[in-house]
């Protein structure tokens, strides 16, 4: 998926983009590619990547903003550096509390100036060495839009603080205030409130880690089934933000009974999970198909939305309908 | 709740009324309430009895009918004898494959001799010493809208076949066929349905067994709590059809994790159960809090309306809201 809060840059080129460690470090860096890729040790790994505002469109009363159905998510393969040896090149001194990233992307308005979005994390997750600064994308270059020729990736977290057309990262010592870090983006209530309800934004809180999720991929949703057919391979896929999957079970009865599926586990931490599971539907009819995952915490997807005003957060079940002839 | 399918007679005077039983038996049997008391044992059970329409307000599209919410369901308390016991005491002879209930309501329609409602069950059902013909409720003479002075009891199928006003069964050697018995009255499709589905009512089935659910009757919806309050005792009841319940359990987080409540043994078959659970909001905010009961063979109520032409069997867990300040 693709996701832009800016104007993405006209100058992607490789040889020339730097990026610029600063702020609370000892040894302020400014690395080319080629520095990323000859200084530090390069990994590959695929990393499940989230837009917070994912499932938007399913809120009632709605909420502003892409009204995303289930397609804010993706989980490619990357190629990079882990972003905690770079910060330990540079240093972090012991004031640094928060990340700040920055790319070059413009603000809409088109003034000089004005960044669209600089996002940050406290400096114990930036620390995590899942962190990648990438290079390279399902083994190629990667591609303008989503952020070449290098993007931040901080992964479990909402997609926005893995920053496309990342060209510099700040140490902070105080709590990152950077556009979208501030007002009511990506932040919830404090506390659950009811469908509808107007909440101060300066009361509402930053989401950090992603939550427990699941999504069918096979079959689409309406399939009809050759006469007869009584058989439907079910397949997708579950992440947990910072957690692991360790179960997905799935329903054709509206949830009175489940079923458990097989899944695999993730081929590296912060990939999403594959699972499968062949059902059976009893006669012919009309059915839905909802696939329920479960992280390592014992959390389990809801069947119905948690409401904020923003339209964040939607983890409700997936559910798709296959007719059986 | 009372729900009529006539218009209720005028004469329901104890004394005078009296109950047929005809058809394919040894010894028709003509009986006064008097006889009733003296010739048989009398037994005192609570029963729950519920419309098979219940619920219909939240089917989507709609279904014609009553747009019952929750409250199509009781569980009284009954006085009479069994059913059983006065069929043994007619002979059922075992051509006898059926039965048909009769009661002195009149057809909307004016027309002399209409029948408004007139259903039957199979004698298997018949024989279950758990049905009755009751002459009491609550300890005193049924209310005229509840089928005085004589109302039949078949615990645990659509409250349609427990008729008011009873005063005739006849046993029959083929499947009854009397108004609401037949076309699309109290019956399902053959095999689940897209909602809004048409279905050839000569497609349908009858209901038998309503199935399991439960319903939280205190606190009310919209409760707000005093503040600092963060307790909530949560009470209702829960019944399944043929079956027995055998947990409930409570979520506040849209299904996410459970809560089971304590559950009362029914104190006969076929009553409601109870259940009681002190829930602990973790802060301020709105909550929703959800029941959920399973029968004895392991069925959950499910999230979701199975949708159905005519609106039945909505088992769909009780939602309720509350607030804490």
Redesign the interface.
Known sequence: FIRNNGIPPEDMSPETWRLTIDGFVENPLTLSIADLRNRFEVITRRICLECGGNGRAFFDPKAKGNQWTVGAVGCAEWTGVRLVDVLKAAGVKKEAIYTAHYGTDTHLSGKPGKLPISRGVPIRKAMDPNNMIAFAMNGEAIHPMNGAPLRLHIPGWPGSFSHKWFNRLQLRDVVHDGPKMTGAAYRL??????PG?KVDPKEMVLIESMIVKSLITSPQTGLRLPKGEREVLVRGHAWAGDNVVTRVDLTI?????WIQAKLDPPPNPYAWQRFSQTVRLP??????IWARATDDQ?????????WNPKGYMNN?MHRI?V?AS
């Not at 209530?189 to 009811?194: D, F, I, S």
């Not at 009865?253 to 009974?257: E, I, Y």
């Open positions: 209530p404090p506390h659950p409130v009811a309800t009865d509206f949830g009175a009974t006669q012919k009819g009309y059915y839905e014992g959390r389990m997807q809801p069947f119905a939305i948690a409700s309908s007719y």
